[in-house]
């Protein structure tokens, strides 16, 4: 059975990292972090020089075979998660959000009923009930 490492919100949040992995990284980092992972970068359009692959809940930006962005999908419950909510699992409401943006000195922008949360090169990504569905390191 081949199990791969499973990572913690916590964890990408403080850091900004994915494991090891970072924003600058070789794409052929990913396959020595993430046992298993098959690198096979498509092409976001015929003229871009963006590459888009994925892991699972975690997709990785490609220019010129580096790594220049990340994000974390919590949207679709039925992919597996490599990555836990172990930080937010016990926030109930979008209060839960803005109270630890306040605590914790991220910056908080709502944009129709989303409310995004900034601090260094994280995102999170918050609907207005205060569920998790993205989190992006660029």
Known sequence: MNRCE????SDVVESGRIGKLHVGDD???????IKGFV?????????SKIFLDNYENIMFSLENKKIIGMQINFENKNAKSVVLNDLFSEFSSIDDWINFAEKYNWLCEKNSSIYVFRKNNVFIYVNDQGMLY?????
Not at 27 to 33: L, P, S, Y
Not at 39 to 46: G, V
Not at 134 to 138: D, F, N, T
């Open 39 to 47: 690198l096979n970068p498509m092409r976001i359009s015929k003229k």
């Open 6 to 9: 499973l990572y913690l919100v």
């Open 27 to 33: 794409q052929e980092d990913i396959c020595q972090e």
């Open 134 to 138: 993205l989190i992006s390191v660029c």
